[in-house]
Protein backbone atom coordinates (compact mmCIF):
# COMPACT_ATOMS: atom_id res chain seq x y z
CA UNK A 1 0.00 0.00 0.00
CA UNK A 2 1.25 3.49 -0.76
CA UNK A 3 1.60 5.77 2.34
CA UNK A 4 -0.70 8.43 0.35
CA UNK A 5 -3.01 5.58 0.27
CA UNK A 6 -3.35 4.86 4.24
CA UNK A 7 -2.61 8.78 4.91
CA UNK A 8 -6.21 9.06 3.02
CA UNK A 9 -7.91 6.20 4.84
CA UNK A 10 -6.69 7.70 8.01
CA UNK A 11 -7.62 10.93 7.46
CA UNK A 12 -11.19 9.85 6.71
CA UNK A 13 -11.03 7.49 8.79
CA UNK A 14 -10.82 10.18 12.07
CA UNK A 15 -13.11 12.87 10.08
CA UNK A 16 -16.29 10.05 10.19
CA UNK A 17 -15.57 8.80 13.98
CA UNK A 18 -15.47 12.28 15.09
CA UNK A 19 -18.17 12.88 13.07
CA UNK A 20 -20.28 9.84 14.41
CA UNK A 21 -18.67 11.27 17.59
CA UNK A 22 -20.59 14.39 17.24
CA UNK A 23 -24.10 13.08 16.10
CA UNK A 24 -24.43 11.32 19.00
CA UNK A 25 -23.07 13.80 21.40
CA UNK A 26 -26.10 16.38 19.79
CA UNK A 27 -28.58 13.84 19.64
CA UNK A 28 -28.50 12.69 23.10
CA UNK A 29 -28.18 16.08 24.58
CA UNK A 30 -31.16 17.34 22.55
CA UNK A 31 -32.93 14.10 24.03
CA UNK A 32 -31.77 15.34 27.44
CA UNK A 33 -33.03 18.68 27.05
CA UNK A 34 -36.74 17.63 26.75
CA UNK A 35 -37.12 13.79 27.02
CA UNK A 36 -40.83 14.18 26.77
CA UNK A 37 -41.13 15.47 23.16
CA UNK A 38 -37.72 13.16 21.97
CA UNK A 39 -37.09 10.73 24.10
CA UNK A 40 -38.80 8.07 22.15
CA UNK A 41 -35.61 8.45 19.45
CA UNK A 42 -33.08 7.21 21.89
CA UNK A 43 -30.83 5.18 20.21
CA UNK A 44 -32.03 5.68 16.61
CA UNK A 45 -29.56 8.28 15.85
CA UNK A 46 -27.67 4.66 15.01
CA UNK A 47 -29.92 4.15 12.95
CA UNK A 48 -29.42 7.11 11.25
CA UNK A 49 -26.20 7.12 11.02
CA UNK A 50 -25.71 3.73 9.30
CA UNK A 51 -28.70 4.85 6.67
CA UNK A 52 -26.68 7.89 6.07
CA UNK A 53 -23.54 6.16 5.65
CA UNK A 54 -25.14 3.89 3.43
CA UNK A 55 -25.91 6.96 0.90
CA UNK A 56 -22.39 8.34 1.00
CA UNK A 57 -21.23 4.84 0.21
CA UNK A 58 -23.18 3.87 -2.49
CA UNK A 59 -22.31 7.54 -4.09
CA UNK A 60 -18.82 6.84 -3.35
CA UNK A 61 -19.15 3.18 -5.31
CA UNK A 62 -20.94 5.02 -7.95
CA UNK A 63 -18.78 7.46 -8.70
CA UNK A 64 -15.84 7.09 -12.00
CA UNK A 65 -12.67 6.48 -11.30
CA UNK A 66 -10.72 9.53 -12.28
CA UNK A 67 -7.31 9.62 -12.75
CA UNK A 68 -5.37 12.64 -10.32
CA UNK A 69 -3.64 14.01 -13.29
CA UNK A 70 -6.83 14.39 -15.46
CA UNK A 71 -8.66 15.92 -12.42
CA UNK A 72 -5.76 18.54 -12.07
CA UNK A 73 -5.02 19.17 -15.93
CA UNK A 74 -5.81 23.06 -16.76
CA UNK A 75 -8.78 23.02 -19.19
CA UNK A 76 -8.27 23.81 -22.91
CA UNK A 77 -10.67 26.90 -22.67
CA UNK A 78 -9.57 30.48 -22.03
CA UNK A 79 -13.31 31.41 -21.09
CA UNK A 80 -13.52 32.60 -17.41
CA UNK A 81 -17.18 32.74 -17.39
CA UNK A 82 -19.32 30.61 -13.98
CA UNK A 83 -20.51 28.11 -16.50
CA UNK A 84 -16.94 27.16 -18.04
CA UNK A 85 -16.08 26.27 -14.40
CA UNK A 86 -18.86 23.30 -14.40
CA UNK A 87 -17.04 19.90 -14.84
CA UNK A 88 -18.45 18.23 -18.07
CA UNK A 89 -18.06 14.73 -15.98
CA UNK A 90 -17.69 13.71 -12.37
CA UNK A 91 -15.37 11.11 -10.56
CA UNK A 92 -13.47 10.55 -7.56
CA UNK A 93 -9.85 9.60 -7.59
CA UNK A 94 -9.42 6.21 -6.81
CA UNK A 95 -7.49 7.90 -3.37
CA UNK A 96 -10.33 10.06 -2.89
CA UNK A 97 -12.66 6.64 -2.94
CA UNK A 98 -10.35 5.43 -0.22
CA UNK A 99 -10.81 8.68 2.13
CA UNK A 100 -14.40 8.63 1.32
CA UNK A 101 -15.30 5.09 1.32
CA UNK A 102 -12.76 2.94 3.50
CA UNK A 103 -11.68 6.06 5.88
CA UNK A 104 -14.82 7.90 6.43
CA UNK A 105 -17.62 5.57 5.86
CA UNK A 106 -15.65 2.78 7.36
CA UNK A 107 -15.37 4.41 10.40
CA UNK A 108 -18.47 6.65 10.08
CA UNK A 109 -20.57 3.58 9.99
CA UNK A 110 -19.68 -0.14 8.76
CA UNK A 111 -23.37 -0.52 7.90
CA UNK A 112 -23.03 1.43 4.92
CA UNK A 113 -20.65 -1.72 3.06
CA UNK A 114 -23.39 -4.05 4.20
CA UNK A 115 -25.87 -2.31 2.52
CA UNK A 116 -23.87 -1.73 -0.86
CA UNK A 117 -23.04 -5.54 -0.56
CA UNK A 118 -26.18 -6.35 -0.75
CA UNK A 119 -27.28 -3.70 -3.51
CA UNK A 120 -24.91 -5.45 -5.77
CA UNK A 121 -25.52 -9.21 -4.76
CA UNK A 122 -29.38 -8.10 -5.99
CA UNK A 123 -28.01 -6.28 -9.01
CA UNK A 124 -26.28 -9.23 -10.36
CA UNK A 125 -29.50 -11.65 -9.94
CA UNK A 126 -28.22 -13.46 -6.67
CA UNK A 127 -31.03 -12.75 -5.07
CA UNK A 128 -31.20 -16.03 -2.41
CA UNK A 129 -27.56 -14.98 -2.09
CA UNK A 130 -28.11 -11.78 -1.01
CA UNK A 131 -31.23 -13.50 1.68
CA UNK A 132 -28.07 -15.35 3.23
CA UNK A 133 -26.04 -12.56 3.37
CA UNK A 134 -28.95 -10.81 5.28
CA UNK A 135 -29.56 -13.65 7.31
CA UNK A 136 -26.23 -14.40 8.78
CA UNK A 137 -25.06 -10.59 9.35
CA UNK A 138 -28.01 -9.75 11.41
CA UNK A 139 -28.49 -13.17 13.03
CA UNK A 140 -24.64 -13.95 13.25
CA UNK A 141 -23.98 -9.98 14.42
CA UNK A 142 -26.85 -10.23 16.96
CA UNK A 143 -26.04 -13.13 18.64
CA UNK A 144 -22.26 -12.35 18.39
CA UNK A 145 -22.76 -9.30 20.30
CA UNK A 146 -25.02 -11.33 22.77
CA UNK A 147 -22.14 -13.55 23.28
CA UNK A 148 -19.68 -11.15 23.98
CA UNK A 149 -22.02 -9.22 26.22
CA UNK A 150 -22.40 -12.71 28.07
CA UNK A 151 -18.97 -13.60 28.11
CA UNK A 152 -18.05 -9.59 29.67
CA UNK A 153 -20.68 -9.84 32.48
CA UNK A 154 -19.21 -13.54 33.27
CA UNK A 155 -15.81 -12.59 33.29
CA UNK A 156 -16.23 -9.38 35.42
CA UNK A 157 -18.52 -11.15 37.57
CA UNK A 158 -15.97 -14.19 38.19
CA UNK A 159 -18.03 -16.75 36.86
Not at 99 to 127: H, K, P, Q, W
Request: glycine letters at 14%.
Amino acid sequence: MVVADAAAIGVGAVCGALCRHHVGQSVTKQIAKDPKRFGHLTGWHTAGINVLGSFVLGGVFASPVVSAAAESAPSSTAATSAASKVPTSFGLTARAKLLMGVGFCGSFTTFSTYSVDIVNMIGRGEAARALGYVAVNNVGGISAAAAGMLLVRKLIAGK
